[in-house]
């Protein structure tokens, strides 16, 4: 019995992951809204993440696919205070506009 990824092949992943981590490299880097850029983050966090299950999944070791579980763990942390930190600067300045955070250097 053949699994899925000797179906598609880890190319295919490959291809995918680079494709999604572009989508994230070309969003924080051409968007200013503070919101679309933690989402870029997130999306380049999840290429890697799919591209260490597909490393894992094709030498049959599953450390990889532990490494994951704790880098979403900490990713959901990050989401956290990231969100927590955006609300502030809302608060603060009205705006989530990243070429507005220069106004509060001190």
Not at 28 to 37: E, F, G, K, S, T
Not at 53 to 61: M, R
Not at 66 to 76: D, G, L, N, R, Y
Request: with cysteine; net charge negative.
């Amino acid at each position: 019995m053949e699994t899925i990824l000797q179906e598609i092949g880890i190319e295919t992943y490959l291809y995918l992951s680079a494709l999604l981590f572009c989508i994230g490299v070309f969003g924080l880097l051409l968007r200013r809204n503070a919101i679309v850029m933690f989402m870029s983050i997130e999306i380049m966090l999840n290429a890697v993440n799919l591209m260490l299950v597909a490393f894992s999944t094709f030498h049959q070791d599953a450390a990889g696919q532990v490494f994951v579980f704790f880098s979403m763990a900490v990713a959901a942390a990050e989401v956290a205070v990231g969100l927590a930190v955006i609300v502030a600067i809302f608060r603060n300045i009205g705006s989530i506009d990243v070429d507005q955070l220069k106004n509060l250097k001190g």
